[in-house]
C-alpha cells in the first residue's frame, strides 16, 4: 500500500501521441457550418506550434488521407487530384513520423499512391500487406526511444489495395510475428485502419498492447479498453487532431478516460469507508500504467501555415478555371427544362415568395459566389434548384434562374404546375428533419434544429 502510494505521487515523462485519420481528400472546410473546422493548413501550423513546445510528440496518419473514395466520378477527377496533389506536397510540412495507408488512399491506382507518397521520406507502416511472393510490401514497424523508453510501432492497414495482387495477414498474425522479431520494448502501439470491433479484438487477445489506433471513415472519440490496451481513433476530414498521451511505469493494463472520471466522480460523492476505498482503487490505478486523450479541433481561431494556405487558394481558383474551360459555355438555364424558377411562382404566391426572399436561402448562391466557388460541382447542388435533375442543368455554369435554395429546391421541378395552378403537378414537401437534411446533413455540423430552423423558413 505505501510503495502504491509512493510510485502515484512519482510522476513520469508521457509518450505523446498526435495524429489524425481518415481526412478524405479534404483541404477545407466547405464553409457552411458556423465554425468550420478542419483545414489542411491549420493541421500544419497546429503540428508547427506542438513540436515547438515538445519536439518528442510522435506524429502520424492513419491512413484514407488522399482521396474521399476509391471510386471519383470522372468529371471530378482532376479536381480530386489536384487536392490529393497539395495533401502529398503539405507532408512535407507536416512531417509525419509514419503513415498507415487506408482504402481510399489507392483511389490512383498502387502507383499512384507510391507517386503521392514518394518524396515525402514518410514511412508507410503496413505489416501485414505482401507482395504475391511474400515480400513485404511496405516497411512494417518503427521503434522510437522517448524518455529512455523503446516505443514499438506497428502498422496494420487491415485491407488489400484495390486492384493490386498483394495478399494480407491476419493482424492479430502480423504483430505476433513483428512483435517476435523486434524483441522486447517498453511500449507497443498498434495504428491500423482497422475498424473498432478489429481493434478491440486485437487489444482482448493480445497481452501488453499500450494501444490500438484504429480509423474506419467514423469517429471514435471515446477511448474504449481492451485488454489493458487503449482502442481509440479520431475524427475525420482533418477536423480534429487527437493527442493520446501514454504514462508508461511498466508492464500491465493502462488506466484512464471513462473509468478513471467514473472513479472520480463517485468519490466526490462518497463519504467514510466507501470515499476510502474509491481513494485505495484510484491510487492503485493512478501507481500504474495510465493514458488520457483529448482531441483539438481546428476552428477558424487557428492559425494557418501560409504557404499551404495559398495552394488551397490556388485549388479554389483551379476549379473555376477547370469549368471555364471546359468547352463552349452552354446557354443559362431559361425555363426550357422542368423547372419555372422562383418568379414564375410570384404571380400566384407572392407573399410567399417575399417571405422567401427574407430567408438565406434566397442568397445561398450568393454564399458561393463570394468564395469564387459558384462553379465548384461539389458546392452547387445544395446551393441551386435542379442540379443534376434531367429537366434542370448540369453544367455549373449553366445555373441560369436556378441560382439559390429556390422554392422548387423544396417543392421540385413546378413548371407544369405553375401554368395551372393544379396542386396535384407539385410536390407539398414535408417541415421536418429528414427533408431538410438532405441538404442540412448532420456532417456538416452546423446547429440544425427542427424547432429553431423551421420557424425561420415557414410560409404554410
Ligand atoms: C397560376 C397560379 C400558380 C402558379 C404560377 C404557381 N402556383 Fe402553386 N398553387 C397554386 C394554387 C391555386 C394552389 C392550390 C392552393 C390551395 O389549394 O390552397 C397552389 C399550391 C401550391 C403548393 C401546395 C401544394 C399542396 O399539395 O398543398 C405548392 C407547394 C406550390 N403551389 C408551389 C408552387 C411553386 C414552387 C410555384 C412556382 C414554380 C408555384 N406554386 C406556382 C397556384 C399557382
Ligand atoms: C437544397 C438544399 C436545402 C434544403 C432542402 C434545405 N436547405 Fe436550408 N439552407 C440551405 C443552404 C445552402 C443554406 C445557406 C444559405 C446561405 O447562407 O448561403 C440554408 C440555410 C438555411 C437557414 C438559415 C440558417 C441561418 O443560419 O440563418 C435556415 C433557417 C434553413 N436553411 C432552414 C431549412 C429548413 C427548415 C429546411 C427544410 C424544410 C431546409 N432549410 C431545407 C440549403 C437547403
Ligand atoms: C450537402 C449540401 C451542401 C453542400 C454540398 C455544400 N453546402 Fe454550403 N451550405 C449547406 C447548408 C445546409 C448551409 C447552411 C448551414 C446553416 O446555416 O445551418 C450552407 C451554408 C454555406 C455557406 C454560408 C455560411 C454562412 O453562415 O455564412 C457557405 C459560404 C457555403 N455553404 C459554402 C459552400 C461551399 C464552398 C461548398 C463546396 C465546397 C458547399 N457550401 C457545399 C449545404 C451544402
Ligand atoms: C426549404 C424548403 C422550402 C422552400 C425553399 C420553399 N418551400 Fe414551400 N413549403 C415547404 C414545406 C416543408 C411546406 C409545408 C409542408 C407541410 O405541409 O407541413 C411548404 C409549403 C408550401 C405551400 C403550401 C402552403 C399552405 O399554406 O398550404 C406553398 C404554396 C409553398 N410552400 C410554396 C412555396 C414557394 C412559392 C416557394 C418559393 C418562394 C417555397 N414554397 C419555398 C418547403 C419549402
Not at 513540436?51 to 471510386?71: C, H, Q
Not at 490496451?229 to 480534429?240: L, M, P, Q
Not at 493512478?286 to 483539438?296: E, L, M, V
Request: charged share 25%; glycine share 10%.
Amino acid at each position: 500500500m505505501i510503495l502504491g502510494l509512493l510510485l502515484a505521487s512519482t510522476t513520469v515523462q508521457p509518450v505523446t501521441l498526435v495524429y489524425a485519420g481518415d481526412r478524405l481528400g479534404k483541404v477545407e472546410p466547405c464553409g457552411c457550418p458556423k465554425n468550420p473546422m478542419g483545414h489542411i493548413a491549420r493541421q500544419v501550423a497546429y503540428l508547427n506550434e506542438k513540436r515547438a513546445k515538445n519536439p518528442n510528440i510522435i506524429t502520424f496518419d492513419l491512413g484514407n488521407y488522399f482521396f474521399e473514395s476509391l471510386v471519383i466520378e470522372k468529371v471530378l477527377r482532376e479536381q480530386h487530384a489536384r487536392r490529393a496533389a497539395i495533401l502529398s506536397r503539405s507532408l512535407h510540412k507536416l512531417k509525419f513520423d509514419f503513415m498507415v495507408p487506408g482504402p481510399t488512399d489507392f483511389a490512383a491506382g498502387f502507383a499512384g499512391y507510391k507517386r503521392l507518397i514518394k518524396d515525402t521520406k514518410i514511412p508507410v507502416l503496413a505489416a501485414d500487406l505482401k507482395t504475391p511472393s511474400g515480400e513485404p510490401a511496405f516497411a512494417s514497424h518503427k521503434i522510437f526511444t522517448r524518455n529512455e523508453k523503446r516505443i514499438l510501432v506497428i502498422g496494420i492497414a487491415g485491407f488489400v489495395p484495390a486492384d493490386t495482387r498483394l495478399t494480407r495477414e491476419a493482424p492479430l498474425d502480423t504483430i505476433r510475428r513483428v512483435r517476435a522479431e523486434v524483441g522486447p520494448v517498453d511500449i507497443t502501439i498498434v495504428a491500423s485502419h482497422l475498424d473498432r470491433t478489429a481493434g478491440l479484438g486485437i487489444g482482448e487477445n493480445e497481452p501488453n498492447l499500450a494501444a490500438v489506433l484504429i480509423a474506419d471513415k467514423h469517429l471514435h472519440l471515446i477511448p474504449k479498453q481492451a485488454g489493458g490496451a487503449v482502442v481509440v481513433g479520431s475524427s475525420k476530414e482533418g477536423k480534429h487532431v487527437a493527442e493520446l498521451q501514454l504514462n508508461h511505469r511498466g508492464p500491465g493494463a493502462y488506466a484512464g478516460g471513462m473509468t478513471m472520471r467514473r472513479l472520480e466522480f463517485k468519490l466526490r460523492k462518497a463519504s467514510g469507508v466507501e470515499a476510502e476505498a474509491i481513494q485505495t482503487e484510484l491510487n492503485q490505478l493512478k501507481a500504474g500504467n495510465t493514458f488520457s486523450y483529448r482531441i483539438d479541433a481546428l476552428g477558424e481561431e487557428r492559425s494557418e501555415e501560409k504557404e499551404v494556405a495559398n495552394w488551397v487558394k490556388a485549388y479554389v481558383h483551379f476549379v473555376g478555371k477547370l469549368e471555364l474551360e471546359r468547352g463552349e459555355a452552354p446557354p443559362g438555364y431559361n425555363g426550357e427544362g422542368d423547372f419555372a424558377g422562383v418568379d414564375a411562382c410570384a404571380t400566384c404566391h407572392p407573399t410567399i415568395v417575399d417571405t422567401w426572399r427574407a430567408t438565406r436561402h434566397a442568397i445561398a448562391y450568393q454564399s458561393l459566389y463570394a468564395r469564387g466557388q459558384h462553379l465548384d460541382r461539389e458546392c452547387i447542388g445544395c446551393h441551386t434548384a435542379g442540379w443534376r435533375h434531367s429537366g434542370g442543368f448540369s453544367d455549373p455554369r449553366a445555373v441560369g434562374i436556378l441560382k439559390n435554395v429556390q422554392c422548387e429546391s423544396c417543392h421540385g421541378p413546378g413548371k407544369e404546375h405553375a401554368k395551372t395552378g393544379d396542386k396535384r403537378l407539385i410536390d407539398r414537401g414535408q417541415a421536418n428533419a429528414e427533408f431538410c437534411q438532405s441538404c442540412h446533413q448532420k456532417e456538416l455540423e452546423t446547429g440544425f434544429k427542427e424547432e429553431t430552423y423551421i420557424p425561420l423558413i415557414r410560409h404554410w
